[in-house]
């Protein structure tokens, strides 16, 4: 005898349907866009650059921070230059005796306001800028906690919208001590770089070539000795643009022939336990 087939309705199909989208597991989550640097407003005072201090920050530069006594924290502007509209002030964030992040700073108004072009590089400083033409350029850095070492390089492609960060030590190396000393450059894509490795280093020079604008360097040379710059490239020219430090106001001054650009406090939020 035939058995009765069970009738499955329209709303019981629903709910199986149902049933079997919740069983699933759900949609990726897409991950939150990074948020947007903060503008800073030109209103004619030292311009504030914000820092919180974090207890990882007290940690990893092994402060003895307070709640009665907290760590004086202050700015370093190292270097300012002007490309295509654009005005760039690198640097760092410090304590009296510990760097504790690289800074970028750019205008695209004539210095009315400022934001990061890029992200803050912990124990970092930046020290040199240079365009090579209207596209290529590049700043020169290195970590410098406890000392100089792990130099490298940010590179911009695109005349300094965005910029990518480059090392000059291949990450295996065993010794990766060193600052920047010279940069040379042919003013299109062939870039020299010497590094100080520091007193007490067999070899306390290293020549590094790069063909690409920087993406890419190769040891050329090492020695004990001073290394010249290569004849063909010609050294790093003084940046367009000046920094002086401005007791009156506590301030870094950046000016160019016509008068003050900006003005950056020195000195910025001190650093407690949260």
């Keep these: 005898m035939l058995q009765p087939r069970p009738i499955?309705?329209?709303?019981?199909?629903?709910?199986?349907?149902?049933?079997?989208?919740?069983?699933?597991?759900?949609?990726?989550?897409?991950?939150?866009?990074?948020?947007?640097?903060?503008?800073?407003?030109?209103?004619?005072?030292?311009?504030?650059?914000?820092y919180a201090c974090t207890a990882e920050d007290i940690r990893s530069a092994g402060l003895s921070c307070s709640e009665d006594q907290p760590c004086a924290i202050f700015l370093e502007a190292a270097a300012a230059t002007e490309h295509a509209g654009q005005i760039f002030v690198l640097g760092n964030i410090h304590t009296e005796a510990v760097t504790l992040y690289s800074i970028l700073l750019a205008s695209a108004d004539d210095g009315k306001t400022w934001s990061e072009a890029y992200a803050r590089i912990p124990a970092a400083g930046l020290d040199r800028i240079q365009f090579l033409n209207a596209q290529d350029g590049w700043i020169s850095g290195e970590e410098l906690s406890p000392?100089?070492?792990?130099?490298?390089?940010?590179?911009?492609?695109?005349?300094?919208?965005?910029?990518?960060?480059?090392?000059?030590?291949?990450?295996?190396?065993?010794?990766?001590?060193?600052?920047?000393?010279?940069?040379?450059?042919?003013?299109?894509t062939n870039l020299a770089a010497i590094v100080d490795r520091g007193q007490g280093?067999?070899?306390?020079?290293?020549?590094?070539?790069?063909?690409?604008?920087?993406?890419?360097?190769?040891?050329?040379?090492?020695?004990?000795?001073?290394?010249?710059?290569?004849?063909?490239?010609?050294?790093?020219?003084?940046?367009?643009?000046?920094?002086?430090?401005?007791?009156?106001?506590?301030?870094?001054?950046?000016?160019?022939?016509?008068?003050?650009?900006?003005?950056?406090?020195?000195?910025?939020?001190?650093?407690?336990?949260?």
């Design 147 to 188: 000392l100089p070492q792990d130099p490298f390089f940010l590179i911009t492609g695109d005349g300094g919208k965005t910029w990518r960060q480059r090392p000059l030590f291949a990450e295996e190396s065993d010794n990766r001590f060193g600052l920047v000393l010279q940069v040379a450059s042919d003013g299109k």
């Design 201 to 274: 280093s067999d070899t306390r020079y290293v020549l590094f070539l790069s063909d690409d604008a920087g993406a890419t360097w190769q040891i050329k040379q090492e020695s004990s000795k001073a290394i010249q710059l290569p004849r063909t490239l010609s050294p790093a020219p003084p940046p367009s643009l000046k920094v002086r430090v401005e007791a009156a106001t506590k301030s870094f001054v950046v000016e160019r022939q016509g008068g003050a650009i900006a003005r950056f406090a020195i000195q910025l939020s001190p650093c407690k336990p949260e």
């Design 8 to 50: 499955i309705s329209v709303s019981s199909l629903g709910l199986l349907f149902v049933g079997i989208l919740a069983a699933q597991d759900p949609p990726p989550q897409q991950p939150a866009a990074p948020p947007a640097p903060a503008v800073l407003q030109n209103g004619g005072k030292p311009i504030s650059v914000p």
